[in-house]
């Protein structure tokens, strides 16, 4: 999709910088915090082959050569979309253990799972990564940055010697994730508490015999 010409009376056509690097303040934040909020409705409700950014201009109201000006295709307002939902996720808990911790972590995916509309906003993004090369580089970012959050949770857990030295402190908090999301990809519904609380204990139990202890 081709980005649209500017319309009379709108401003110039300069580069705009890539989706979610400046954070806009004024009515531009005002403007992005609007067609986002649209782009997350019609992911949750129709999918990623229905989202449009005419339309999504025309439900936010805002003019649609602004929308094709700034994010310039689909993917690219996707990818500002997890950026931002990236950031606006919950911190990492701190209980003092790093089986509290991970469980935490996990109680926090599945309340996002089973909320019907971010539930629904994964699943759609998730099958839409698997055909589109950008939208997977921004859903990979996004479990980069979430995973960051919660890394030093493990590290922590190195730190009072809960777990062995070397941990691989990502691939931890992974395998807390990893679990909750197949449930959900392969039911069809959101994992219950049940299973989150295993998912936590399994990755402690496997980092606790060196499961993810990185050698050499």
């Not at 500002?80 to 939902?85: R, V």
């Not at 009072?160 to 402190?169: I, K, M, Q």
């Not at 508490?193 to 139990?205: N, P, Y």
């Amino acid at each position: 999709m081709t980005a649209a010409p500017a319309a009379e009376g709108e401003p110039g056509t300069e580069a705009e910088p890539e989706p979610g690097t400046v954070r806009p303040g004024g009515r531009t934040a005002r403007v992005r915090a609007a067609v986002l909020r649209v782009a997350g409705d019609v992911l949750a409700e129709q999918g990623f082959a229905h989202l449009d950014l005419a339309d999504v201009a025309r439900r936010a109201g805002v003019g649609k050569t602004t929308v094709y000006r700034r994010w310039g295709s689909v993917t690219g307002l996707v990818a500002d979309l997890l950026g931002e939902m990236a950031e606006e996720s919950l911190p990492r808990s701190d209980t003092g253990s790093v089986l509290g911790d991970l469980r935490a972590n996990a109680a926090l995916v599945c309340r996002t799972l089973a909320d019907p509309r971010q539930g629904a906003l994964f699943r759609a993004v998730i099958a839409a990564a698997a055909c589109d090369a950008r939208t997977a580089e921004a859903l990979r970012t996004f479990y980069d940055v979430r995973v960051a959050e919660w890394a030093p949770c493990v590290e922590q857990g190195v730190a009072r010697g809960e777990l062995p030295v070397g941990t691989d402190a990502g691939e931890v908090v992974r395998a807390v994730s990893a679990p909750l999301y197949y449930a959900l990809l392969t039911s069809g519904v959101a994992p219950s508490v049940g299973v989150a609380e295993r998912a936590a204990l399994a990755a402690v139990v496997a980092a606790r015999g060196g499961v993810f202890v990185v050698t050499g």
